[in-house]
């Protein structure tokens, strides 16, 4: 309660003072003057006069209209030397004037008032009740982050520099917090003989500290680090000079706090004043075995490369089944917990794992899947190395020799995988797990004509050779039909194969230079996957795997599979983990929905630098353009369209010259004729009735020619008037005759796709790079066509890649309805539970823990 000498009547403050005040952005002025001008009044202090006290019930809010108040906030303090009984220090204490709110950190956690307000001049304030403006947040969660720095505060919650402070004392000191503009690689900071006014954060980017005079830093900071500390790397500059440079190495982007702050500050949290705190990441990169082996001189730069982070509540790290790609180390005094799903898709008990301990190191050379789910404990401290930052560092050491000496566990299965660039056709985020061909068995059975060949070239030779003959002739004449077709069947053998990732399940039949047969479905599709094998099959190890999927359309069938029973495991397994991740990310839905009500969003940048290595697209304009003309006109490196919302195919241009060729072809020669006619009647003086028989030849003849003209013209027009096109939701097939004869139009969303198959059934179609795509969907249209498309490999890629991309967004949707009011009823429990003391939520300990970690 405010406790003033004198006050001003109960006066409304006019309208125009409302317009003024900056936290009303985006609230409907009528609605602020309805809900809150009723209950506000403008009142007076006078110097000395205390506005609020600390601890006290906050029923009223202040802004200032004019004057200064000074703000302090008391808290037990550490137990040091010079303060043994651990009594209240002042961790924050600053003078505020016109334009701020008192009690705004009180208003935004549901706190009592988090300092005391004293009036240092004459003061005058508006007054709201706090009812009120909680009435209008619960309408209007963004008020909340329009009240305080929020982004800025859940920024600072994650720097290790600031690991156990209170959110309170945070979110004062974030308010003296400046935001420098980003600087560009090698700009200055400060020099060594600078006066230390400032500890500065880095955001995002890379520090390097070097000692004056030296080219070599010292010391390389990332993401999330601090530095600033006077005489921090050995400097003699003492408490009166920073002692060292700092410069960036690339874009950096900074945040800076007065020293004198921390240091008040350090009196409750001694941590944050602790220099220690910039060796962290080195000592964490000299201490795992995955670096283990690399050149000691090359680790303090590598420490700089990777993102230093606190995390102060439960967050998931990663989840199973995702692609990985970063390597996450926990460091020592921080706990997180490992769960996983085992071979059958069977959840594991959760698993406590104390650091020092990373994880995903494989994303440092490959790109792998995750294998478990890592959930971080609150107060966590990690380091994440991203690889396309691991990847800089190598192309900046200039040694590609690196990779070869980390020390990372590989999967045995990752051997048979091979790269992204093997596999091109592979979508964003999908990841081969298996590709399997036919058990050798097939191999011999597609060589039996080649072996009966060879076998009937043997006999001929010899019987040539007893006759006194040359063999040759048998060996030009048998065998060497007999090698092509041994060539034959082992490409056909090769081509043909069954391919499980981590989104799908792909089936080829490809017979070389003739035909190109494919069907695929997604995990999510997979209802049961059955094994058959007969006799020979047990006895020889291989046997027929049929995946059930949701569409009408039966199973995918692949024969001679070997060790059939290991693919069927594993498809069961990951279709456990895609359902998991699934519903993973509803879970992540709602907590990050939650997160956003309550203002404690978790924001944890990926990366040290800007861009990095990039795998090239089909319209590279950096390629030559021999290689981009070869992408664009080779099946397997397909142009891609994630860019474009609608997609559009006509049927191929050769469906539509050979149609128009023959006409055109007539049409010249009647063209030809009619000219040739009138040459030979303009040149050759021939008689009345000659001449005008050959009139009206040519008449004839034009009459021909613009009917062919027509008939040409309406075939272009029918070929373009045919359209499939591509949604962000839906498939589309128009079949449309020329002069809005007919139109026929089936449409089916995205949704009801059940299944997609690709057919190229002929030589010159594979040639030409054209065939049919059928879509099977679940819509009362049945399947859809798109006959002789060109380019149908990146064509059935595409709408796999929009299906996934759709699927992902539909559970984000579901868990966005399923959560739709969970925020408004842990709102409403908020309010019904304030009033009941001790049920709020503790935002600043009594006494600070001892942090770990950081020295």
Not at 64 to 78: D, F, K, T
Not at 305 to 313: D, L, N
């Amino acid at each position: 309660m405010a406790q003033t000498s004198n006050t001003a009547g109960n006066a409304v403050p006019p309208p125009d003072i409302f317009a003024a005040m900056p936290f009303w952005k985006g609230v409907p002025p009528n609605e602020v003057y309805d809900l809150v001008a009723h209950e506000t009044e403008s009142i007076y202090f006078q110097q000395g006069d205390v506005i609020t006290k600390q601890e006290t019930e906050c029923e009223r809010v202040y802004f200032i209209h004019s004057g200064q108040v000074r703000l302090e906030r008391w808290r037990p303090g550490a137990v040091t030397q010079n303060n043994p009984r651990g009594l209240p220090v002042q961790v924050i204490e600053r003078t505020v004037d016109k334009g701020y709110l008192i009690g705004r950190f009180a208003l935004s956690y549901n706190l009592p008032n988090t300092s005391t307000a004293t009036a240092l001049d004459p003061v005058a304030a508006v007054s709201f009740p706090t009812a009120a403006f909680e009435r209008l947040i619960y309408r209007y969660p963004f008020l909340r982050g329009n009240l305080i720095p929020q982004s800025l505060i859940n920024r600072l919650r994650t720097m290790p520099l600031f690991a156990r402070v209170g959110l309170v004392s945070l979110s004062y000191l974030a308010e003296e917090a400046t935001v420098h503009p980003a600087l560009d690689a090698g700009s200055p900071i400060y020099e060594a003989q600078k006066s230390p006014d400032a500890l500065y954060l880095i955001k995002q980017g890379q520090v390097a500290l070097s000692q004056p005079g030296q080219s070599d830093a010292a010391i390389w900071l990332g993401t999330g680090n601090t530095f600033g500390f006077p005489g921090s790397i050995g400097g003699t500059g003492g408490s009166t000079e920073y002692g060292h440079e700092a410069n960036t190495t690339t874009r950096t982007e900074l945040y800076s706090l007065p020293w004198p702050s921390i240091r008040r500050l350090a009196t409750r949290y001694p941590h944050v004043e602790n220099p220690n705190i910039q060796n962290v990441c080195l000592k964490a990169v000299n201490n795992i075995s995955v670096f283990k082996d690399l050149d000691p001189a090359l680790k303090p730069r590598l420490a700089g490369y990777c993102s230093f982070q606190h995390i102060p509540q439960h967050h998931l790290i990663m989840q199973q089944g995702d692609i990985g790609d970063s390597m996450w180390v926990l460091l020592e005094g921080s706990r997180a917990v490992l769960s996983a799903l085992d071979g059958s898709g069977s959840p594991l008990p959760p698993v406590p794992v104390d650091g020092l301990v990373y994880f995903g190191e494989s994303a440092l050379v490959a790109t792998r899947s995750v294998s478990s789910t890592i959930e971080s404990e609150p107060g966590s401290l990690w380091l994440r190395f991203h690889w396309r930052d691991f990847a800089s560092f190598v192309s900046n050491e200039k040694d590609p020799s690196i990779r070869d000496k980390l020390r990372v566990r590989l999967p045995d299965e990752l051997a048979i995988v091979g790269s992204e660039e093997e596999y091109s056709w592979l979508s964003t985020g999908e990841q081969l797990v298996s590709l399997t061909r036919r058990h050798w068995l097939s191999l011999l059975q597609k060589m039996r004509w080649s072996l009966i060949g060879s076998v009937v070239t043997l006999a001929g030779a010899i019987g040539l050779q007893l006759s006194g003959l040359s063999p040759w002739w048998a060996i030009w004449l048998l065998g060497l039909p007999s090698l092509l077709a041994l060539i034959w069947g082992v490409l056909d053998h090769l081509n043909d194969f069954f391919i499980v990732t981590n989104q799908r399940v792909i089936q080829q039949e490809k017979v070389i230079l003739t035909s190109e047969y494919r069907r695929e479905a997604l995990l999510e599709q997979v209802q049961n996957v059955g094994v058959r094998t007969s006799f020979w099959g047990k006895s020889f190890g291989y046997g027929i795997v049929s995946v059930s999927t949701a569409g009408s359309s039966g199973s995918i069938d692949f024969d001679f599979v070997p060790e059939p029973a290991g693919l069927q495991a594993s498809i069961f397994r990951l279709t456990a983990e895609r359902k998991a991740r699934y519903r993973a990310e509803s879970r992540l839905e709602i907590q990050t929905a939650l997160e956003k009500r309550l203002g404690l969003v978790v924001d944890l940048p990926s990366r040290v630098l800007s861009g990095g290595p990039r795998r090239m697209s089909t319209d590279d304009k950096s390629l030559p353009w021999h290689q981009r003309l070869s992408r664009y006109l080779f099946a397997d490196h397909q142009v891609y369209w994630n860019t474009t919302e609608r997609i559009v195919w006509h049927k191929h241009w050769f469906v539509l010259a050979r149609q128009v060729v023959p006409l055109a072809i007539v049409a010249l020669g009647l063209l030809l004729l009619m000219i040739g006619s009138f040459a030979f009647d303009f040149y050759q003086q021939v008689d009345q009735v000659v001449s005008q028989t050959i009139v009206g030849l040519e008449f004839i003849l034009a009459f021909i020619f613009l009917i062919l003209l027509a008939v040409i013209a309406w075939v272009i027009a029918d070929w373009w008037n045919d359209t499939y096109e591509l949604t962000s939701d839906s498939i589309i097939d128009i079949e449309k005759l020329p002069l809005f004869l007919s139109e026929e139009r089936k449409e089916a969303r995205l949704s009801e796709i059940q299944d997609i198959r690709l057919n190229i059934s002929s030589p010159l179609e594979m040639i030409l790079n054209y065939g049919d795509i059928t879509v099977q969907t679940a819509a009362s249209q049945g399947s859809f066509t798109f006959d002789h498309v060109p380019n149908p490999r990146a064509v059935k890629e595409e709408i796999n890649r929009r299906l996934i991309e759709w699927r992902r967004n539909d559970e984000r949707r579901k868990a966005r309805a399923q959560m739709q009011d969970l925020p408004d009823w842990f709102e409403m429990y908020r309010r019904l539970e304030a009033g009941r003391e001790p049920t709020r939520v503790v935002l600043d300990n009594d006494t600070p823990n001892e942090v770990k970690g950081l020295s």
